[in-house]
Each structure stands twice: as C-alpha cells, then as structure tokens.
C-alpha cells in the first residue's frame, strides 16, 4: 500500500534514473495522444500529433529544467519559458473569421495540454492522467450536454446553381460541404443546360449549421442560391439521394 501511495506522488523519488525520465516522457505521449485523438475526429486545426508533440515537449521541457538546475539553480527555469511560448501557438489557433472569433477552445486545450506536459514533466504522472481525463470529459462531455439542452436541428433545403468550369467549382463546393460535415447523402447534383444544380439538405436553425451558405455566396462560380426556408423536423427524412 505504501509503494502505491509512492507511485501517486513525485515519480522522482520512486523511480531511479534514467528510467524516471523515459516513464514520464512515454505518460506524457499517451496523454496528448489521448487528448490529441478528439481533437482529430472533430477536424480541429491542432490535431493528433500537434497536441501530442505539444505535450511531450512541454515535458521533456521541464525534465532539461530540472536536470539542468540539479540542486544548483532555480529549477523552474527553463520550464517557465514554456507558457509564454504556448501562449504563442495557442493565439495562432484563435482565427476572426466574418465577424465571428473561433478556435478558442482549440487555443485553450493547447495550453490545459501544455499544463499536463509539465506537471508529468515534474513528476505527477498519475496527477497528468487524472487532468486528462477531466480534459476529455470536459470536451465530450459538455458537448453531449449542448446537444441535449439546445433545440432540435430543423431541416431545410438549398438549392445552388453554378457554372462547372471543368469540374473545378464541383471541388469547390465539394470542400465547403465536407468542412461543415454535411454528408454525401444530404445533396444531390444534376445538370440544368449549361449549368450544374446542387440541392443540399441543412439546418437553417443553428448558425453554425448553415455558416456554410455564406462561404458559398462568395465563389465567383456560384449563379444563385436559393433556400428554402420551410422546416422539417429532425427526425424527418430528407428524401436526397447520394451524389
């Protein structure tokens, strides 16, 4: 019970070097893979191996600080430098976007990430999976609970007209629809004369449902979007075929 209680305290004192080094570093990998894996599946500009990177660095970091100062100097040295350094990466992920600030949870899970790297670095490795943990749960968690508490989506259909410039405004309109993650089976394509016709099935209820419209209106290859602004609950089926 004792050598367990160990374990849940400062790993420097437990394990001998060099292997306190190469457990923690290892702890810290699996933390910001962890953190880093959700960051992925939801398409986040700090993705798998930014966030892992992030807190490995901010480990090995903070191991050169202690192993520098080794009872000769202020051992929090070098690892202070690292908040001001991710300070700057986490205000490159905060983007002003058509009059709307994103990326600040992104911003902030780089520095709660950035955080966990040094408190494994210093030897807290049960103490940096436990904030990991709170981390995902925070990430996951109060998503799941938005969902819950905010009305329905409310389902509608846009019809766009645009010139198919061989194939390029297809890719075009291709990509904006896979960054606002509607699926293939929401929009289907079809000639009109000399010009293409793309109904898509969205919600016009939430903004960041149909942001997308907006991105859309400004392709020079776009004739004219016309939306349809009658609701149809979520639950409903689109009735859209798959492009």
């Given at each position: 019970?004792?050598?367990?209680?160990?374990?849940?305290?400062?790993?420097?004192?437990?394990?001998?070097?060099?292997?306190?080094?190469?457990?923690?570093?290892?702890?810290?990998?699996?933390?910001?893979?962890?953190?880093?894996?959700?960051?992925?599946?939801?398409?986040?500009?700090?993705?798998?191996?930014?966030?892992?990177?992030?807190?490995?660095?901010?480990?090995?970091?903070?191991?050169?600080?202690?192993?520098?100062?080794?009872?000769?100097?202020?051992?929090?040295?070098?690892?202070?430098?690292?908040?001001?350094?991710?300070?700057?990466?986490?205000?490159?992920?905060?983007?002003?976007?058509?009059?709307?600030?994103?990326?600040?949870?992104?911003?902030?899970?780089?520095?709660?990430?950035?955080?966990?790297?040094?408190?494994?670095?210093?030897?807290?490795?049960?103490?940096?999976?436990?904030?990991?943990?709170?981390?995902?749960?925070?990430?996951?968690?109060?998503?799941?609970?938005?969902?819950?508490?905010?009305?329905?989506?409310?389902?509608?259909?846009?019809?766009?007209?645009?010139?198919?410039?061989?194939?390029?405004?297809?890719?075009?309109?291709?990509?904006?629809?896979?960054?606002?993650?509607?699926?293939?089976?929401?929009?289907?394509?079809?000639?009109?004369?000399?010009?293409?016709?793309?109904?898509?099935?969205?919600?016009?209820?939430?903004?960041?449902?149909?942001?997308?419209?907006?991105?859309?209106?400004?392709?020079?290859?776009?004739?004219?979007?016309?939306?349809?602004?009658?609701?149809k609950r979520k639950d409903e089926p689109a009735n859209h075929e798959s492009g």
């Amino acid at each position: 019970m004792n050598q367990l209680w160990l374990l849940l305290g400062d790993l420097h004192n437990v394990v001998p070097h060099p292997w306190v080094g190469m457990v923690l570093i290892l702890c810290s990998i699996l933390c910001g893979m962890a953190i880093g894996l959700e960051r992925e599946v939801k398409n986040k500009p700090a993705g798998l191996k930014t966030v892992t990177l992030i807190s490995v660095g901010s480990t090995v970091f903070t191991l050169a600080s202690l192993l520098v100062a080794a009872g000769r100097g202020d051992p929090g040295r070098i690892a202070a430098q690292i908040i001001p350094g991710i300070g700057f990466l986490g205000a490159g992920a905060i983007l002003r976007e058509r009059g709307t600030v994103i990326g600040l949870t992104t911003g902030a899970t780089v520095w709660m990430v950035a955080a966990i790297g040094m408190v494994i670095g210093e030897g807290y490795a049960v103490a940096g999976i436990v904030l990991t943990a709170v981390v995902l749960l925070m990430l996951v968690g109060v998503r799941f609970l938005e969902h819950q508490l905010r009305h329905p989506c409310q389902m509608t259909t846009a019809r766009v007209i645009f010139r198919p410039d061989s194939g390029k405004s297809f890719l075009h309109l291709l990509r904006l629809l896979d960054e606002a993650a509607i699926p293939d089976r929401a929009w289907k394509i079809f000639m009109r004369g000399d010009l293409e016709v793309m109904d898509i099935s969205y919600c016009h209820y939430h903004r960041e449902h149909r942001n997308f419209l907006l991105q859309l209106s400004e392709l020079p290859e776009i004739v004219e979007i016309e939306a349809d602004r009658s609701a149809k609950r979520k639950d409903e089926p689109a009735n859209h075929e798959s492009g």
